[in-house]
């Protein structure tokens, strides 16, 4: 069975370009450095999965013909990873089953405040309303199946908020990323992919930089890293040259065959 993760966007919460920006990345012909929110679609064997759904998803789903999907899976609950959950009503509408969804707690919590009038407190049948089926994590880490996919997860943090990274085999993705305990290194050891953050070249105040993104991934021992969640500072080209070998800016676009 083969597995293939395809970059539907890229960018940081904003995207790029940005509204009203003059700068210099925002202005740029080079496609690689237009971005869409981030997502990330998995196909496993015939499976079709979506990590974190933005407020992009339409148009990341019409210009990849992403007709059906047997899950989601939200990694924390920011505007930029779970604005897109209402664009998954014609799934809903055309399968007339509910759309699973993985979820920590936290996250669920959230969805719940945000997308109330989409979780009906009854159960009964509401026409114009979609449902989820949530499957939701429990603790900070472990292992479980959703949908046929077996994973494990584990917990970080950025500025307080608990986020969600997953992986898959030998492939991990670990976005939003900031604060993390040393625990870490044990659930990602003898990872071969790794998809990360590439913000910026310093630290912000909500993300690592990328010069401790690149430290982070030696000490894995990755064969490849992905950076994704790119901000408007940074030039994919530019800072392409500046990575070391194994590591490379993700773009709009990008196929990846993971096995």
């Given at each position: 069975m083969t597995a293939a993760a395809l970059f539907l966007g890229t960018g940081a919460s904003m995207g790029i370009p940005v509204i009203g920006c003059d700068c210099a990345v925002c202005n740029s012909s080079l496609p690689a450095n237009?971005?869409?929110?981030?997502?990330?679609?998995?196909?496993?064997?015939?499976?079709?999965?979506?990590?974190?759904?933005?407020?992009?998803?339409?148009t990341q789903a019409l210009?990849?013909?992403?007709?059906?999907?047997?899950?989601?899976?939200?990694?924390?609950?920011?505007?930029?990873?779970?604005?897109?959950?209402?664009?998954?009503?014609?799934?809903?509408?055309?399968?007339?089953?509910p759309v699973p969804c993985l979820v920590s707690p936290e996250t669920l919590e959230e969805?719940?405040?945000?997308?109330?009038?989409?979780m009906p407190p009854s159960q009964e049948d509401v026409s114009h309303v979609m449902k989820f089926d949530f499957q939701v994590l429990e603790?900070?880490?472990?292992e479980t199946t959703f949908e046929g996919l077996s994973l494990r997860y584990?917990?970080?943090?950025?500025?307080?908020?608990?986020?969600?990274?997953?992986?898959i085999k030998d492939f991990a993705y670990v976005v939003d990323i900031l604060e993390y305990p040393e625990s870490i290194y044990k659930q990602l050891e003898g990872v071969q992919t790794l998809v990360?953050?590439?913000?910026?070249?310093?630290?912000?105040?909500?993300?690592?930089g990328i010069q401790e993104v690149?430290?982070?991934?030696?000490?894995?021992?990755?064969?490849?890293?992905?950076?994704?969640?790119?901000?408007?500072?940074?030039?994919?080209?530019?800072?392409?040259?500046?990575?070391?070998?194994?590591?490379?800016?993700?773009?709009?676009?990008?196929?990846?065959?993971?096995w």
């Open positions: 237009k971005r869409l929110r981030p997502s990330l679609l998995l196909t496993v064997g015939d499976k079709r999965y979506v990590v974190d759904i933005g407020p992009d998803f339409r210009q990849h013909q992403i007709d059906r999907l047997d899950g989601v899976i939200i990694t924390h609950s920011h505007y930029d990873h779970i604005a897109g959950l209402d664009e998954l009503r014609i799934y809903f509408f055309r399968e007339k089953i969805i719940k405040i945000r997308y109330h009038y989409i603790g900070h880490e472990g584990f917990s970080y943090f950025q500025k307080g908020m608990k986020v969600t990274g997953i992986r990360i953050d590439g913000m910026t070249w310093e630290r912000t105040a909500a993300h690592l690149i430290e982070f991934a030696k000490k894995i021992g990755c064969e490849k890293t992905y950076l994704t969640h790119v901000a408007h500072e940074t030039d994919h080209d530019v800072m392409n040259a500046k990575l070391p070998n194994g590591m490379e800016m993700a773009y709009d676009g990008l196929k990846i065959r993971l």
